[in-house]
């Protein structure tokens, strides 16, 4: 079984700073892409950005210049360093991992709470 656990989230300021992190546990014999997705309230859920094993990246228009993303692959975790945050990135933001076990797996984290307000 193979489980994904994110932390970071809280309450900030808008302009300010956060770091999410999701680290894979379990079972499985290598991790493909790992991304962040977020849902906000009364809308649908949407990719943030994603990073694949070899380091290839690719963000949401929307955070793009403002969040960075990467892995620790040793570490088998992701981060999402989110700056100038702003009201509209309030959401939920899930984890996601391709993993091979060997069979390919889509998983999830529970998601983090991500609150941006003054």
């Known amino acids: 079984q193979v489980q994904l656990v994110e932390s970071g989230g809280g309450r900030v300021q808008p302009g300010g700073s956060l770091r999410l992190s999701c680290a894979a546990s379990?079972?499985?014999?290598?991790?493909?892409?790992m991304a962040w997705y977020r849902q906000a309230p009364g809308k649908q859920r949407e990719l943030v950005a994603m990073?694949?094993?070899?380091?290839?990246?690719n963000y949401a228009a929307s955070a793009k210049g403002r969040f960075t993303i990467s892995r620790d692959n040793a570490k088998n975790t992701v981060y999402l360093q989110m700056s100038s945050l702003e009201p509209e990135d309030t959401a939920v933001y899930y984890c996601?991992?391709?993993?091979?076990?060997?069979?390919?797996?889509?998983?999830w984290g529970q998601g983090t709470l991500v609150t941006v307000s003054s």
């Open positions: 990073a694949s094993s070899g380091g290839v990246t």
């Open positions: 379990g079972s499985f014999s290598s991790i493909h892409s």
């Open positions: 996601k991992a391709e993993v091979l076990t060997p069979k390919y797996l889509e998983v």
